[in-house]
């Protein structure tokens, strides 16, 4: 279970001092408690949220960096290694091109082809290991 895991994480966080992880920590189970989620949600929900919260980060370090506040970049990369670390490796976008090719003939061959069923059938599959807005692109390309 991802909640207690994280509370754990917080305390030592805390403990240690590290002001940067119990944000970050404080963060994600404020959203998970507006949200009205506990102890017994599934890990995916939670996966879901740091995800988001790491696409933010991402956004934030593109414009900080384009507006030479590598300072506060810096903070945002940080964070978000520390939230990368609750979420299950990523695959490499050479493999989940190569997975979603396979999901590509497999539809065609059942006469179901179309962008839409491509997309929702990847993501369904490979949502947990793998970046939705990547999987997108990679059926996209795959398409045209």
């Known amino acids: 279970?991802?909640?207690?895991?994280l509370r754990n994480d917080?305390?030592?966080?805390?403990?240690?001092?590290?002001?940067?992880?119990?944000?970050?920590?404080?963060?994600i189970l404020s959203i998970t408690s507006n949200e009205g989620l506990n102890d017994s949600v599934e890990d995916e929900r939670i996966i879901n949220i740091i995800k988001k919260e790491i696409k933010k980060r991402k956004e934030a370090i593109k414009l900080y960096s384009e507006n030479n506040r590598e300072d506060l970049s810096q903070?945002?990369?940080?964070e978000m290694e520390i939230l990368s670390s609750y979420i299950p490796e990523q695959m490499s976008e050479s493999i989940l091109r190569k997975?979603?090719?396979?999901?590509?003939?497999?539809?065609?061959?059942?006469g179901s082809l179309n962008l839409g069923e491509l997309i929702k059938l990847s993501i369904k599959t490979f949502s947990s290991s793998a970046d939705n807005s990547v999987i997108s692109k990679i059926a996209k390309d795959l398409i045209k």
């Open 1 to 5: 279970m991802m909640l207690p895991k």
């Open 10 to 27: 917080l305390k030592h966080f805390i403990l240690t001092k590290n002001k940067t992880g119990s944000n970050v920590i404080r963060g």
């Open 75 to 78: 903070i945002e990369s940080d």
């Open 99 to 110: 997975e979603i090719e396979a999901i590509k003939v497999k539809l065609e061959n059942e």
